[in-house]
């Protein structure tokens, strides 16, 4: 067992609300007064935008208020920084997405609370939201882990972990109770060393060459 000292672990920082820009998309830090009314009415206008809760810990909701409260509360966690993603172009709120289970301790973090309109999924706003999240944590603040987690049920989900280059670890059984329901969770990570080799996949797929599937070019 080598149990070496790791000396970059001191300079890991908990990472800050930020706004990135990407080509298709951007982030900004959740504001709860400006962003809740956009952000409730694309999560419940009708059926088919309700049945994005289905896997998510919490929601649909009721009411406006509701869906407010959560959003505060969840906002408030110390070990979270939740972004509103948002169409580059014209602005259009597409969805959320946080950094969540933040242990800079550990230079570890997982993305996760991911969430989009209908109209925003199988786009590639997705795949940038986790580019510029992932390239901030490995880059910025030199992370060595990042994690995905689901509902073991969640089979879009767990393929998007996949298609991103997050490696499968295995499935913790019985793991919560999520809305009066047993949840066997499927984990996932990806890893610093991991990084570089995904970067320059998720890059070309993004901004080169998407007529070839990300998961071919992190292959």
């Not at 896997?55 to 070990?79: I, V």
């Not at 289970?101 to 199988?122: D, K, M, T």
């Amino acid at each position: 067992m080598n149990d070496t000292p790791l000396p970059h672990l001191s300079s890991c920082q908990h990472p800050k609300p930020e706004a990135y820009t990407g080509h298709f998309i951007t982030l900004t830090p959740l504001d709860v007064a400006n962003d809740i009314v956009e952000l409730f009415a694309i999560s419940h206008a009708d059926d088919e935008a309700r049945k994005l809760w289905r896997y998510l810990p919490m929601g649909p909701f009721a009411t406006q208020e509701e869906y407010r409260a959560f959003l505060l509360n969840w906002q408030a966690k110390p070990d979270v920084i939740a972004s509103t993603v948002r169409d580059a172009s014209t602005r259009r709120c597409l969805g959320s997405i946080s950094l969540m289970s933040i242990r800079a301790e550990h230079g570890v973090a997982e993305l996760g609370n991911i969430w989009y309109a209908p109209s925003a999924q199988r786009t590639k706003a997705n795949t940038e939201a986790c580019y510029l999240l992932l390239r901030y944590c490995f880059e910025k603040l030199g992370y060595r882990r990042m994690e995905w987690k689901c509902n073991a049920q969640n089979e879009p989900s767990q393929r998007a972990a996949k298609r991103l280059g997050f490696s499968f670890e295995g499935i913790f059984r019985q793991h919560m109770i999520v809305k009066g329901e047993n949840r066997d969770t499927a984990w996932f990570s990806m890893l610093d060393h991991e990084w570089p080799r995904i970067s320059l996949a998720m890059k070309r797929w993004l901004y080169e060459d998407d007529s070839v599937s990300l998961s071919a070019f992190n292959l």
